[in-house]
């Protein structure tokens, strides 16, 4: 039998999810770590604009009817007292970090950009 | 669209080289600050989950309700607040989600403080699925089955706690809510002897059930108002005080300090299960019969009272009753149904709905089950009657 306790410590402001159809890679399969995804512009009607790598999404912003919860797995603590028959009853085991309110929707197929570099200018 | 992005390993640091992309994809009327995304150097692929959360659970946790999942290992993945529970189930995504802390949705927050300026945000997760919780109706066969383990008989005989459970025990194996535990003990009268819940043995409690009556009708006592402090103190040679004010209460009603009322319909209940339970099949009519007899003067039959702990059969002839109590179902509605199909071909819904009652919820209706697992028919008196689909 198990039980799993959850703890309810959310971050004071709303995290955001960002929704891309397909998937993200980098040019010669890098690990994502630290890599740059693109940058996010909102035009003057308020509307998402990503541009990612050499292309341009254009996307809306949706208020989820239903909160997400960021629920984050919580690694024990190893009891390393000497009194091991005490088990730890208080310790949660998960904790939702943030509630996610607010998600940005990229579904719209990319439009390639054409970028002209300084060096490629003669 | 299915196509790869490729993220550009190029980072954009600067001003001139967020205007180069932003230029070239002709983005003019940019009114806020530009914001650069990246995937944090701790990316965190596994360790988190999105779960999709309803009002009520999102009340439960800001009230600082305790929260738990609960199950045996292998069960599917359960989470409880005080009064309800909910199934964890994957719901439907193969988008790409990725979870930032500190990308701003919001635009009216989003100012220049200077030309130039450039607002850093962090991707820390990336998923492909994410989770939503669905209303669950706790096991309440598991409770069934362990209380029934060992069932409480006298005080002589309780020479050991084996297979007695606790409160907390019997949260876990029927993977429920506080609230909707108490519901359920109270409903199959069980009671909690030193920390362990119990239910009492058939035969012992019918037999604490009868001296009750006996004692009633011997000394004359009006069941509408009888002296039960005098009825405990004569019963207390017999059973212990707690056991029999156990019974009194789900029997009884108290009226004032001295007096109780019988509850007449559970009553008449009783005698219909002590009636129905030692024979297989009883013939319907001779059955009212024997019933009103055996119940105490003043007491009317009905046979509404035997919805939910028998069965009727008009069709048969001559018609039948036997005994078949709710309690013995499972909880879940379609196996629940199987179950009852078995035992009969067809059902009105006058017949069936006692059975599927207690399987209602906020979200499903006994219409909806049936709805869903049975198809509908006229039968020769042009009455509607449910089989199972056979296909599920």
């Known amino acids: 039998m198990v039980e799993l306790s959850v703890r309810y410590n959310p971050d004071s402001k709303e995290w955001i999810i960002i929704e891309l159809q397909g998937s993200v890679e980098t040019y010669n399969s890098l690990p994502l770590k630290d890599v740059g995804l693109g940058d996010l512009h909102y035009n003057a009607n308020g509307e998402p604009l990503l541009i990612l790598g050499h292309h341009l999404l254009k996307g809306k912003i949706v208020n989820l009817s239903n909160p997400i919860g960021v629920f984050a797995k919580q690694t024990k603590k190893q009891n390393s007292t000497l009194s091991d028959s005490i088990t730890d009853d208080v310790t949660c085991d998960y904790e939702v970090v943030a509630l996610v309110r607010k998600k940005i929707i990229f579904a719209t197929r990319p439009k390639p950009i054409l970028v002209k570099y300084e060096s490629d200018k003669d | ?392």
């Not at chain 2, 059973?239 to 009553?267: A, N």
């Open chain 2, 1 to 392: 669209m299915t196509d790869n992005i490729n993220a550009s390993v190029v980072k954009f640091a600067t001003q001139e080289e967020v205007e180069l992309f932003s230029n070239a994809a002709s983005i003019t009327d940019n009114i806020v600050p530009v914001q650069i995304l990246t995937f944090s150097e701790n990316l965190n692929f596994s360790d988190l989950k999105l779960i999709e959360l309803p009002q009520t659970v999102v009340s439960a946790l800001e009230l600082g309700e305790s929260i738990v999942f609960r199950g045996r290992p292998n069960d599917s993945l359960v989470l409880c607040t005080s009064s309800e529970s909910y199934e964890i189930q994957q719901a439907d995504t193969s988008n790409l989600l990725l979870l930032s802390p500190n990308i701003m949705a919001d635009i009216d927050q989003l100012t220049y403080s200077g030309r130039e300026e450039l607002l850093h945000a962090k991707v820390i997760s990336s998923f492909h699925e994410t989770f939503e919780m669905k209303e669950f109706r706790p096991k309440y066969e598991r409770t069934h089955a362990l209380l029934n383990k060992h069932p409480f008989e006298c005080i002589e005989q309780e020479s050991t706690l084996e297979d007695c459970y606790t409160f907390s025990e019997l949260l876990k194996e029927s993977q429920a809510s506080e609230g909707e535990l108490l519901i359920y003990l109270k409903k199959i009268q069980a009671l909690e002897i030193d920390t362990h819940w119990r239910v009492l043995e058939y035969s012992f409690r019918d037999s604490i059930i009868f001296q009750i009556l006996n004692l009633i009708e011997e000394n004359e006592w009006d069941w509408r108002g009888f002296p039960w402090k005098i009825c405990l103190e004569m019963l207390s040679p017999l059973f212990p005080k707690f056991i029999l004010e156990h019974v009194l209460c789900i029997y009884g009603r108290h009226i004032d300090d001295q007096r109780m009322s019988l509850d007449e319909e559970l009553v008449c209940m009783f005698h219909a299960e002590c009636l129905l339970k030692p024979v297989r099949k009883f013939a319907y009519s001779e059955f009212l019969e024997i019933w009103q007899q055996s119940v105490p003067l003043g007491m009317q039959t009905n046979s509404t009272q035997l919805l939910a702990i028998s069965i009727a059969d008009m069709s048969s002839s001559p018609p039948s009753i036997w005994y078949f109590p709710e309690e013995r179902l499972n909880s879940q509605p379609y196996e629940r149904l199987a179950q009852l199909f078995r035992e009969k071909d067809k059902w009105t819904e006058d017949e069936i709905r006692p059975f599927l009652i207690t399987l209602e919820t906020a979200k499903t209706s006994v219409s909806s089950i049936l709805l869903h697992c049975t198809r509908s028919s006229l039968d020769v008196n042009r009455k509607k009657c449910y089989s199972l689909k056979k296909t599920h």
